[in-house]
């Protein structure tokens, strides 16, 4: 009888057991308090009319690489909209980068065929029609050209008042970095002429980096190269030779990097950011965090202590680096299809295929 009184307490107890666990099974725990590290705000869309496929800011002028459109010159107006002040096209190939020195006012862009310069007004608006590239073309103002349909990336710097450094990163792996140096001239016209017309003549030279090479930051000289499978290299400019300081291994393909601080940020593609630590006498990279997003990271660019990181479909996601060892996603931003950004002052202009999307960033 002790038997039967045990077994209908297990009975009775069982519904009253199967109600409780399906009712927490239903609720849902409370939302998470999530506390960004910025405020990001659209402020507007500057529409290209094509894939914006790069962006540029200097001295508050936004130059875009527009695909099929060529490149195109972005300027505030009075009344403190941007509106597209100059277009033009290098070639029949989509352009896909464009970059500038904004004191010399020297502008280089490049497609899948080749690499263009051009000298820009002082006003950055247009082309400048004193100037000539080469001795040979002041008569006509013919574009000048520099690398090939290798080109992946590139960097600029000016040395001095007559001398500008432009670094081109390619594909190719017994010269893969390219120096390119553009040395101001003047010519004196016969005295029939009028004027005095200044050109740009460059002079170059290749060095082998190993690999496969897809990207580079400079900071002083050191030159940090993404090469894809094999990873990042950090290596130290001595005149025109490339030493070899380090190169360290990645999860996914290095893609881009950038200096950041002490550290070199590597865009791994699939496998997220990376962050590396530079050593003693920045002689050497030690891995030190890798942090995955929602997407497959292409880019970066920095604010403050925030990496903007480019991620295609993905949009764009913001990284917290206030803790470069613990690196933390911070937030995402619906950014559409991103391929570049680039961050001046309190603004990031993402370049997307809606045209380039202007975003006001605040810490909290």
Same mark, same amino acid.
């Given at each position: 009888?002790?038997? %039967? ?16 666990i ?53 300027q ?5 909209t ?18 500038v020195?904004?004191?010399s ?12 310069f ?22 006509n +103002?013919?574009s ?6 290798? +080109? ?6 000016? &040395? ?21 140096y553009?040395n ?8 029939l ?20 090479n &897809? ?7 050191? %030159? ?14 001595d005149?025109?030779? &490339? ?28 496998a ?5 630590a ?9 891995? &030190? ?7 497959? %990271? ?27 060892? +613990?690196?933390?996603?911070d ?24 045209g380039?999307k202007r ?6």
């Open positions: 009888m002790s038997y %039967v009184k045990h077994m209908k307490r297990i009975f009775l107890a069982t519904p009253v057991f199967i109600l409780i399906s009712l927490t099974a239903c609720l849902k725990p409370d939302a998470i308090d999530s506390t960004f590290a910025s405020d990001v705000y659209l402020m507007d869309i500057l529409e290209t009319g094509a894939y914006a496929r790069d962006v540029y800011v200097a001295d508050g002028t936004v130059f875009v690489a527009a695909s099929q459109l060529g490149n195109q010159i972005w505030e107006q009075t009344d403190g941007m509106e597209k002040t100059f277009e033009h096209k290098f070639s029949g190939d989509p352009a896909l980068r464009m970059i020195e904004p004191e006012g020297l502008m280089f862009t490049f497609d899948r065929a080749q690499g263009y051009k000298k820009l007004a002082p006003d950055l608006s247009g082309f400048d029609s004193v100037y000539a590239l080469h001795q040979a073309s002041i008569e +103002n013919e000048g050209d520099f690398g090939s349909g290798a +080109n992946e990336d590139f960097a600029v710097r000016k &040395l001095n008042d007559s001398l500008i450094a432009l670094y081109v990163i390619d594909r190719t792996s017994n010269d893969g970095f390219k120096q390119y553009f101001r001239y003047y010519h004196a016209p016969e005295p002429y009028t004027g005095v017309y200044y050109y740009w003549e460059d002079t170059n030279v290749g060095t082998p980096s190993g690999g496969i &897809l990207g580079l930051d400079l900071r002083g000289t050191l %030159v940090g190269i993404s090469h894809d499978e094999l990873g990042v290299g950090l290596y130290r400019l005149g025109v030779e &490339l030493d070899t300081l380090a190169v360290v291994d990645t999860p996914g393909e290095a893609l881009e990097v950038k200096f950041y601080d002490n550290y070199l940020l590597s865009a791994n593609n699939w997220g950011m990376g962050v590396f530079l050593g003693t006498g920045d002689s050497s990279l030690t891995h &030190l965090a890798d942090v995955e997003v929602g997407g497959w %990271v292409k880019q970066i660019s920095i604010w403050h202590d925030i990496a903007v990181l480019s991620c295609g479909e993905n949009g764009i996601f913001l990284v917290d680096l206030s803790d470069p060892e +613990n690196p933390e996603v937030q995402p931003i619906d950014a559409g299809y991103t391929y570049r950004t680039h961050v001046a002052g309190d603004i990031i202009y993402a370049a997307t295929r809606e380039v975003y006001q960033i605040e810490s909290r």
